[in-house]
C-alpha cells in the first residue's frame, strides 16, 4: 500500500482484517479519509499518521487497537471526525486535541483512557459531539468546555471524573444530551444549568455524589424530557417548579419525598417515574 502515494480516501471496513496498519499508508501524503472500522487489526495507532496533514475523516473504530494516541495528532489541523472508539487504547487524551479548531465530533468511548480532559479542548470550537464514555478519564471537568457553544452532545458517563460541575457549563446553549452517570461528582446543582439551554432535553447524572436540595431552576429548562439523577446524595423535596416541566416524560430520582404543591392532576403529564421517594 506504500507504493499508492496517490491515495486520497482507503476504506476498508468491516473486512475480518488482522495485523497492523503499514506505515507504508503515510506516504499517501494526499489522504483525507481512512476508514478501517470492524475489522481485528492490532497494534498501536501508527505516529506517522501525523504526516497526513490533509486527514479530515479518522475512523478505526472496533477493532483491537492498543497503546496511546499519538500526540502529533497537532498536525492534523484539517480532522473533522475521529472515531477511534471501542478499542483498548490507553494513556491520556492529548492536549493536541484542542489544537483541531475544524473538529466535529471526537468518539473515544469504550477504551481505557486515563487522566483529565485536557482543558483545551475548548478551543475545538465547532465540536459538536464528544463522546467519551466508559474509560477511566479522570479529574474535574475543565471549565474550557463552555466554550463547545455548538456541543450537541456531551458523554462522558462511566469514568472516573470527581468534583462539582463548572458554572459554565450553563453556557452550552446548544447542548442537548448530557450523560455524566456513574462517575464521582459531587457538589450542588443550584448554578449548573440555565433556562437559556433551551435545546438541553436529557440529563443523567445518576450514580455520582451530588447533594443538598434540588433546585426549582432544574426544572424550567424548557424542553426538558428525561431527568435522572439516582443513587446520589440529593435531600429535602421537590420544588413546586417541577410541576411546570410540562414536556417531562422521565423522571428518575429515589431518597426523596415531593413537594406538596403537586397534586394527582397537575403529574398526569409524567409518562415514567421511578425511584423509592413519592410523586
Do not use: W
Amino acid at each position: 500500500i506504500g507504493a499508492l502515494t496517490a491515495l486520497s480516501s482507503l476504506s476498508m471496513e468491516v473486512n475480518f482484517m488482522s495485523g497492523s496498519i503499514p506505515s507504508g499508508l503515510c506516504n499517501a501524503l494526499d489522504m483525507a479519509e481512512v476508514t478501517l472500522q470492524l475489522n481485528g487489526l492490532t497494534g498501536s495507532i501508527p505516529t506517522c499518521i501525523g504526516q497526513l496533514i490533509k486527514l479530515q475523516h479518522f475512523y478505526i473504530d472496533s477493532n483491537e487497537f492498543t497503546g496511546e494516541i499519538p500526540s502529533n495528532f497537532a498536525n492534523l489541523v484539517q480532522l473533522v471526525s475521529i472515531n477511534i472508539n471501542t478499542n483498548r487504547l490507553s494513556g491520556q487524551l492529548p492536549v493536541a486535541l484542542g489544537e483541531m479548531n475544524k473538529l466535529l465530533g471526537l468518539y473515544v468511548y469504550n477504551n481505557i483512557l486515563s487522566g483529565p480532559i485536557p482543558g483545551g479542548i475548548g478551543n475545538a470550537t465547532d465540536m459538536t459531539s464528544f463522546v467519551a464514555n466508559n474509560n477511566l478519564l479522570s479529574g474535574s471537568l475543565p471549565s474550557g468546555l463552555s466554550l463547545l457553544v455548538k456541543l450537541n452532545l456531551l458523554q462522558l458517563n462511566e469514568n472516573r471524573l470527581s468534583g462539582s460541575l463548572p458554572v459554565e457549563l450553563s453556557e452550552l446553549t446548544s447542548l442537548e444530551t448530557l450523560l455524566l452517570f456513574n462517575n464521582f461528582l459531587s457538589g450542588g446543582l443550584t448554578d449548573a444549568f440555565s433556562v437559556s439551554q433551551t435545546s438541553l432535553y436529557v440529563i443523567d447524572i445518576s450514580e455520582n455524589n451530588f447533594g443538598g436540595q434540588i433546585p426549582g431552576s432544574l426544572f424550567n429548562l424548557p424542553n426538558l424530557t428525561t431527568l435522572a439523577a439516582v443513587k446520589n446524595c440529593f435531600s429535602g423535596t421537590f420544588p413546586a417548579q417541577v410541576c411546570d416541566a410540562v414536556l417531562l416524560e422521565n423522571l428518575d430520582f429515589d431518597g426523596l419525598s415531593s413537594g406538596s404543591a403537586c397534586v394527582d392532576y397537575q403529574m398526569e403529564f409524567l409518562t415514567e417515574v421511578t425511584g423509592s421517594g413519592k410523586v
